[in-house]
């Protein structure tokens, strides 16, 4: 979401000044672009460095992801588990920690220090919690102005709808998110009609002829394409216990294999989360079916490329609707057990894995939809470039 603001940003102020905080595989993304990024290793200066290196080095022991360097890791857990020994105490935040992992950081104290280093004239991020939570607060509490970019619906649940304070201005994908928010006791003045900018190069004639040349170069023109964009799911384990895990969408693939092999006039493309594929079991070769490098492999031609798509509750079936292709989801998944896209009017659900290949078939012989009048048409990025210029008085 962040980068086709910072391009629409300069091409409407070419003098702007912009700092980057990426985090995690975040930062790859950001160079593969030509961005000169910051990451807590290029910061963590600012919290305790001797605290942060111990216990980042103790703490980052199965916390390690292939894409994103071991030392921004360890810096990363290294300062987050300081402030959190700021907030709560040795005790409260060990046992905060060992309850909870990375999902009780929220370094509060970090981004304070950095607002004073960097003294930005406005503050944006997207709704994601932790580091761009406290972002967003720092700033607050420092007086800067601030933009938050929600990426998805808001709905009922949703823990941003429960933070104490939003920012000066909050940009909505679509009308129904702006109700949503205003129904949950936002002021409706803070809130500005935007589209996603994550999704802004689905409208980008170049990505179209990238999909033309993706289905070239894998052989498959002619045949119906169906992208699978899987997550791990919060699922019931034995004992009613829910725990994230694989196993769902190493089903679900399964299942699609198995599908693709019986037709012969369809393709799969399989593609899991970047944060999570390198925990998906990789299955044989199989004709007619491309794993998606979703580090390095682009999304959005992906996407144009695809006849339907089948999620749970990634964004890529938002993505999908709003560029024309079909979506299946799966409403048996643990993530539409919070958010379902069938209810939304966005997809057709698949009620189970047992339907799959009843649904896949139906759609396979059905004609490709149209842009779901749902979405926003356009690119977002130029609306939310021009919301920050005049935040910053510029």
């Known amino acids: 979401m962040m980068l086709p603001v910072i391009r629409a940003l300069r091409a409407a ?12 595989t975040a930062r790859s993304a950001a160079e593969a672009v030509g961005e000169k990024p910051l990451g807590f290793l290029d910061l963590v200066h600012l919290a305790d460095t001797g605290f942060a290196q111990e216990w980042g080095g103790r703490l980052a022991q199965g916390n390690v992801h292939p894409a994103v360097d071991p030392f921004e890791t360890a810096a990363y857990i290294g300062v987050n588990y300081w402030d959190l020994t700021q907030q709560h105490g040795a005790d409260g935040a060990r046992a905060l920690y060992a309850r909870e992992g990375r999902y009780s950081f929220y370094p509060i104290h970090f981004f304070r220090r950095i607002i004073r280093e960097l003294t930005p004239d406005v503050v944006v991020a997207t709704n994601s919690p932790r580091s761009e939570q406290a972002a967003l607060d720092a700033a607050m509490e420092a007086g800067i102005p601030t933009v938050s970019m929600i990426d998805l619906f808001a709905m009922a649940g949703d823990a941003y709808l429960l933070r104490p304070r939003h920012a000066d201005r909050v ?5 129904q998110v702006r109700d949503n928010l205003v129904a949950a006791g936002m002021d409706a003045s803070r809130i500005v009609v935007t589209g996603n900018p994550g999704f802004d190069s689905l409208f980008d004639p170049a990505q179209r002829r990238a999909a033309q040349e993706l289905r070239r170069s894998l052989g498959w023109e002619g045949l119906k394409i169906f992208l699978w964009a899987g997550i791990i799911e919060r699922l019931p384990s034995e004992g009613g216990a829910v725990a994230p895990g694989t196993a769902f969408g190493e089903a679900t693939e399964a299942v699609l ?9 369809v ?15 990789a299955q044989p070769p199989q004709k007619r079916v491309y794993l998606s490098r979703p580090l390095s492999d682009p999304l ?8 339907t798509v089948l999620v749970t509750g990634s964004t890529v079936g938002v993505e999908a609707a709003s560029a024309g292709a079909a979506v299946l989801s799966l409403e048996s998944s643990g993530s539409n057990g919070v958010m ?55």
């Not at 000044?17 to 995690?24: F, R, W």
Request: charged share 20%.
């Open 13 to 24: 102020k070419p003098g702007i000044h912009i700092d980057l905080l990426a985090l995690t």
């Open 340 to 394: 379902s896209y069938e209810k939304l009017g966005i997809s057709r659900g698949v009620p189970n894995l047992a339907t799959l290949e009843a649904c896949l078939d139906e759609a396979a012989d059905s004609a490709p939809g149209a842009p779901s009048a749902r979405m926003q048409p356009g690119p977002a990025s130029p609306r939310i470039a021009q919301e920050i210029i005049a935040l910053a008085g510029c």
């Open 267 to 281: 393709a799969a493309i399989v593609r899991y989360h970047p944060n999570e594929a390198h925990h998906f079991a």
């Open 257 to 265: 294999r198995r599908w693709v092999a019986r037709r012969e006039d």
């Open 300 to 307: 959005h031609p992906q996407i144009l490329a695809a006849h």
């Open 171 to 175: 940009t909505a994908m679509l009308p």
